[in-house]
């Protein structure tokens, strides 16, 4: 029963559950829906407050914009293009502001072509630029166009204000005071002279190049202030010329000793801006000019060192076309406007910066410039492509900002380099030279030495060490060399501080009273020093001195040696005449008088006697050759009458006493040619290697002499069958004394082979030995046939 019951309640119920269910959903429906609209009014009146709110603020700026002495013109989607504020400011008065779009209205053809270009420019590829433009009222307009989001604006304004803008003078003041802040900060960095002038043409700055320059001319001045460098004629002509259409200008400038300029001066907020460039850089491209360049980039562009200019928000303001050339990067891409963080990134994808770990803290460390309240330099940046670059950073002005120069010091640093190694090479080298250096300064002070300075003049290094003074130098030798140590340096010292622009180099010989001999010169050096160089030649001195004694005991020697022959000689041909006279007449005597012994020594005392006639007439001989006064008598001569005048001198001179004499033969060529020359030096010259052959040939040997002719040559030969011709007789022919060996039978007449080669080379001949196979010597004499013609004696 309870099992029934149930399902019939439930079917009761059931109904009105889900009446009740449906009901709940409705009201919870309707209430979320009237939230949602409560919401959605609520956010419909919240939007219209704020469109209201933001068309205010357009307004409001639009009136601020309205208000300012400049006009802007934006372009945005496919409408005409707006325009806001003061037509005025740049349009001559009562034009409307659309007719700032017809340039030709308001500029000048060559300013209107270049407007039209820029615009075009930024419009179609989105370039942006700032440009100075001349009015054709006379005006000075700056321009500057850019990209935002999907529109495009150009702004135009006054570059500074105009001689007829006196009620917007005040109110331009400051922004002019911050632009001459900015021009000082760039000014402050230059290396050349450079300038700052007021609206009344006075100078108000000055930067260390030309404090330095002007102290250089003579007229002492102060940062703030600065002395004209200018005459005043020509700094009246000058400014005049200056303001008369306010665009840059130049002036050659010549100051003498301190380098001629080329003065350029150029407009900038309130005033004028210049600065001195050498003459010597104008071979450099010249940089165009804009016509009254507002700020400070008519500075920064004129200059060849790399510069960049970011604001306060590391925004791109002003560069340099050095600045893009030094990172090759593309002046489009170095759009104002630009933040640096950026610019370092694309140098870093580009592999332009220094290899770093930990990129992000280098670049954070590098932003810290915009921090800093000073000029600062950093460590130098190594670049990947082998350059050295250096940074330095400076405050731009009170607004904030920094001002970055950089240098390439890669050439500087190779030359600094290259310097430093060679004069490394050089110290090496003056250290380990024999000679003491001193090289001294024009103030009369020891500039580099080597140890040898000390040791010659026995000076302590430690003072050489600090480069003192040469009258230092003076009483230390002194007190090492107490008798003239100060004398000689202070006669050094005169040649060392002389300023005599002619002056000349100098050399000489100290002679030391410790019996020291030193050379020195002195060598004027190109940038005014002295260099002194010191050597001690007392040894070589002596070796000369003793070379010299010895020259002059030989000269006198052979002196006395010509003398002896020429006296001695003659004297001694007197009593051999008589002896071979008496000789002579024994040997004729009857026979009977004289035994057989008696006449062996009557012939001995003949070939003796012949023999010693022959070395008087050798030793005359070579006298008159040693005097250079010998000569040839050449004459026609017959072959066969020589060799019978050498064959009777053998004769006589090796009769047969003991023992059997040589056997001679000879071999005459039949018909021969014409033969001249000098008989009798010819004979001396046959006698004299027949006689050398005999005395080495053995008892009954055989000798044989040849003569026979070659083309226009005569040849005489001898043979002998002795030991052999050695290395030593070979020698004796070129020598002056011939040295007979051991197996010689007796000895000759001496100074035979040097007569003989002496009188061959006379001739014009040669002679010349060998051996001969199985034994024997063989001398081969060669001679023209025409001696005439032959040279002098050797």
């Not at 450099?284 to 790399?306: K, Y």
């Not at 400076?394 to 890669?410: C, H, K, S």
């Not at 000269?555 to 020429?566: C, G, I, N, P």
């Not at 004499?661 to 030096?681: N, Q």
């Amino acid at each position: 029963m309870a099992q029934g019951f149930v399902p019939a309640n439930l079917g009761g119920i059931a109904p009105f559950a889900v009446a009740i269910g449906a009901g709940g959903f409705a009201l919870l429906s309707m209430a979320l829906v009237r939230t949602l609209l409560t919401d959605s009014r609520a956010a419909r009146r919240r939007a219209a407050e704020q469109i209201a709110d933001l068309r205010a603020l357009v307004d409001e700026y639009e009136n601020l914009i309205g208000g300012s002495r400049e006009l802007t013109v934006l372009w945005q989607g496919q409408g005409g293009p707006r325009i806001l504020g003061q037509a005025a400011a740049v349009l001559p008065p009562g034009r409307q502001p659309q007719s700032v779009l017809n340039f030709h209205t308001w500029l000048g053809a060559a300013e209107t072509n270049r407007l039209t270009t820029l615009v075009e420019d930024l419009r179609m590829h989105g370039h942006a630029f700032a440009a100075s433009l001349d009015t054709l009222d006379g005006r000075l307009v700056r321009a500057n166009g850019w990209v935002m989001g999907g529109a495009v604006a150009l702004r135009l304004r006054p570059a500074y204000s105009q001689p007829d803008e006196n009620a917007a003078m005040i109110s331009a003041e400051a922004h002019t005071a911050g632009d001459r802040e900015g021009a000082r900060a760039v000014l402050s960095l230059l290396s050349k002279p450079a300038y700052l002038r007021d609206d009344e043409d006075r100078l108000v700055y000055a930067n260390p190049a030309y404090l330095a320059l002007a102290k250089a001319r003579g007229k002492p001045c102060t940062p703030t202030q600065p002395a004209e460098l200018i005459d005043a004629a020509g700094l009246a002509t000058h400014l005049k010329s200056g303001r008369a259409d306010l665009a840059p200008v130049s002036l050659p400038l010549d100051f003498g000793p301190q380098g001629q300029f080329d003065l350029v001066e150029f407009p900038v907020p309130g005033g004028r801006a210049g600065y001195l460039r050498p003459l010597a850089e104008l071979a450099r491209p010249a940089v165009p000019a804009e016509n009254g360049l507002a700020h400070i980039g008519g500075i920064i562009d004129a200059l060849g060192t790399p510069i960049a200019i970011f604001n306060a928000k590391r925004e791109l303001t002003q560069f340099n076309a050095a600045y893009a050339s030094l990172w090759h990067l593309d002046r489009k891409f170095l759009t104002p406007g630009l933040d640096e963080r950026a610019i370092l990134d694309k140098l870093r994808t580009d592999g332009m910066l220094p290899n770093q770990v930990d990129y992000h803290t280098w670049r954070a460390k590098h932003l810290e410039s915009y921090s800093r309240k000073e000029p600062h330099e950093a460590d130098p940046w190594h670049l990947p492509d082998g350059r050295t670059i250096k940074v330095i950073s400076a405050p731009a002005g009170t607004n904030g900002g920094v001002i970055y120069v950089f240098e390439d010091l890669t050439e500087r640093l190779e030359l600094e380099s290259t310097n430093r190694s060679f004069t490394n090479v050089l110290r090496e080298t003056i250290m380990a030279l024999n000679e003491a250096v001193a090289v001294f300064g024009t103030n009369g002070r020891l500039t580099l030495s080597n140890p040898q300075l000390s040791k010659l003049w026995k000076l302590p290094m430690n003072e050489l060490g600090t480069n003192p003074h040469i009258d230092q130098l003076a009483e230390a030798s002194g007190r090492a060399i107490p008798e003239d140590g100060v004398t000689i340096w202070r006669d050094l010292k005169r040649t060392i501080i002389d300023l005599n622009p002619t002056r000349t180099d100098r050399t000489g010989r100290i002679n030391r009273s410790d019996g020291r001999l030193i050379d020195y010169a002195i060598t004027r050096l190109p940038d005014g020093q002295t260099m002194m160089t010191f050597l001690d030649v007392t040894e070589s001195a002596g070796y000369s001195k003793v070379l010299k004694e010895r020259n002059d005991a030989l000269v006198a020697a052979d002196r006395l040696k010509d003398a002896f022959v020429e006296n001695v000689s003659y004297e001694l041909r007197s009593p051999l005449t008589n002896i071979i006279g008496f000789a002579d007449l024994l040997s004729g005597m009857e026979s009977g008088s004289l035994n057989e012994r008696q006449r062996e020594y009557i012939d001995y005392i003949r070939a003796s006697s012949v023999t010693l006639g022959v070395l008087i007439d050798n030793i005359l001989d070579l006298a008159s050759v040693d005097a250079g006064i010998a000569e040839l008598n050449p004459e026609q001569l017959d072959v066969a009458a020589l060799v019978d005048k050498a064959r009777a001198g053998i004769t006589a001179t090796f009769p047969e006493v003991s023992g059997e004499a040589p056997h001679l033969v000879v071999d005459i060529e039949p018909d021969l040619p014409g033969f001249i020359g000098d008989g009798t030096r010819i004979v001396q010259v046959l006698y004299n290697l027949l006689s050398n052959a005999a005395r080495f040939s053995p008892p009954g040997g055989e000798i044989r002499l040849s003569a026979s002719h070659r083309g226009d040559r005569m040849i005489f030969v001898i043979e002998d069958e002795g030991p052999g011709i050695t290395d030593e007789m070979k020698s004796a022919i070129l020598t002056r004394f011939d040295t007979p060996a051991a197996g010689g039978r007796q000895r000759g007449a001496g100074l035979g082979l040097s007569i003989v080669r002496t009188f061959v080379n006379m001739h014009g001949g040669t002679i010349s030995a060998e051996k001969r196979d199985p034994k024997g010597s063989r001398i081969i004499v060669n001679l023209p046939l025409d001696s005439a013609l032959a040279g002098v004696a050797e």
